[in-house]
């Protein structure tokens, strides 16, 4: 069964946090316990795309974590259509690793540096998909083409490090496409590349995305990037949700403090809204 035939969206589950708590004990970092998360409560609807904002240390790096199954809340509960991610087991968790995927902030860090490119992509289409080898060229070089690393027979040969960084983070999210995924949770995927290939990745996850019909959870400290790739947004101060709402209606009628302080901390706004959206290279 491929994506492409699907209706888009048609198979892809809800996600729902709902009062979701997360407490670091104390150690090293926090001499009296962290909470990290109080009470964040976020649906994603099948297909939709949501941006959760917030500067650094708000929290959103470990609701990621937690959506994704890497560690238990402390309290509340998240799901994914029936499945209790909250409580997944062992054995149910190499399952939603197909169906949830991440692409981190650090394309350098994501990729291993000894394998090339082909390997990197083929290895989801084995392992979840269970694709004939014969069947793995083909998609390998189909994946390449959707994320724009042409020409694809080129690609499919490099190492990492012949690879720009841009083209590194294209390279993350083939794979993550790789396993055709239901939800895509992206955090912060172009914070660490040149401002001048940012726009390009984000049209392109969008596109993807949106083509696919898989849901996104967008996270980042950059409002304006939020505009090219999500629907919907959530912002989050200290751990706790201050403002959700229309992407749109968000940006242009702040409510909150909170928000309203972090669009005055962007750059000259015309700027950002002439640059943005623009697809670039990278
Ligand atoms: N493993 C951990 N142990 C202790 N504290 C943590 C841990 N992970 C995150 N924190 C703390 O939780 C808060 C939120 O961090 P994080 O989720 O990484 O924020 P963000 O991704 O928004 O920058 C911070 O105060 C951070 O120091
Ligand atoms: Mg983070």
Same mark, same amino acid.
């Given at each position: 069964?491929?994506?492409?035939?699907?209706?888009?969206?048609?198979?892809?589950?809800?996600?729902?946090?709902?009062?979701?708590?997360?407490?670091?004990?104390?150690?090293?970092?926090?001499?009296?316990?962290?909470?990290?998360?109080?009470?964040?409560?976020?649906?994603?609807?099948?297909?939709?795309?949501?941006?959760?904002?917030?500067?650094?240390?708000?929290?959103?790096?470990?609701?990621?974590?937690?959506?994704?199954?890497?560690?238990?809340?402390?309290?509340?509960?998240?799901?994914?259509?029936?499945?209790?991610?909250?409580?997944?087991?062992?054995?149910?968790?190499?399952?939603?690793?197909?169906?949830?995927?991440?692409v981190f902030?650090d394309p350098y860090a994501a990729l291993?540096?000894?394998?090339?490119?082909?390997?990197?992509?083929?290895?989801?289409?084995?392992?979840?998909?269970?694709?004939?080898?014969?069947?793995?060229?083909?998609?390998?070089?189909?994946?390449?083409?959707?994320?724009?690393?042409?020409?694809?027979?080129?690609?499919?040969?490099?190492?990492? !490090?012949?690879?720009?960084?841009?083209?590194r983070?294209?390279?993350v999210?083939?794979r993550?496409?790789?396993?055709?995924?239901?939800?895509?949770?992206?955090?912060?995927?172009?914070?660490?590349?040149?401002?001048?290939?940012?726009?390009?990745?984000?049209?392109?996850?969008?596109?993807?995305?949106?083509?696919?019909?898989?849901?996104?959870?967008?996270?980042? !400290?950059?409002?304006?990037?939020?505009?090219?790739?999500?629907?919907?947004?959530?912002?989050?101060?200290?751990?706790?949700?201050?403002?959700?709402?229309?992407?749109?209606?968000?940006?242009? !009628?702040?409510? !909150?403090?909170?928000?309203?302080?972090?669009?005055?901390?962007?750059?000259?706004?015309?700027?950002?809204?002439?640059?943005?959206?623009?697809?670039?290279?990278?």
């Amino acid at each position: 069964m491929s994506v492409d035939t699907e209706q888009p969206g048609s198979t892809v589950p809800r996600l729902v946090v709902t009062e979701v708590d997360k407490v670091f004990p104390a150690g090293r970092r926090s001499a009296g316990g962290v909470q990290a998360l109080q009470q964040v409560s976020l649906t994603i609807e099948p297909g939709e795309s949501v941006g959760l904002v917030g500067a650094s240390g708000s929290g959103k790096t470990t609701l990621a974590r937690l959506v994704t199954g890497v560690g238990r809340p402390s309290a509340g509960t998240i799901t994914f259509g029936s499945l209790r991610v909250d409580r997944l087991r062992r054995r149910q968790l190499r399952g939603y690793r197909r169906e949830v995927q991440l692409v981190f902030q650090d394309p350098y860090a994501a990729l291993n540096p000894v394998h090339t490119v082909g390997y990197a992509l083929s290895r989801p289409l084995v392992n979840f998909l269970g694709s004939d080898p014969r069947e793995v060229r083909r998609l390998v070089l189909r994946l390449l083409d959707s994320v724009g690393l042409t020409p694809v027979e080129q690609f499919i040969e490099k190492m990492p !490090h012949q690879l720009s960084g841009g083209q590194r983070q294209r390279v993350v999210i083939a794979r993550a496409l790789a396993s055709e995924p239901k939800l895509l949770v992206a955090d912060e995927p172009v914070s660490m590349l040149d401002v001048s290939l940012r726009a390009g990745i984000l049209s392109l996850l969008a596109d993807r995305r949106r083509e696919r019909g898989i849901s996104l959870l967008y996270i980042t !400290h950059d409002l304006l990037s939020a505009r090219v790739v999500t629907d919907r947004l959530v912002v989050l101060n200290q751990g706790r949700v201050v403002e959700t709402g229309a992407t749109v209606e968000v940006l242009q !009628h702040p409510r !909150h403090p909170y928000t309203r302080q972090l669009l005055a901390a962007l750059p000259n706004p015309f700027l950002s809204k002439t640059g943005l959206g623009q697809p670039e290279g990278g």
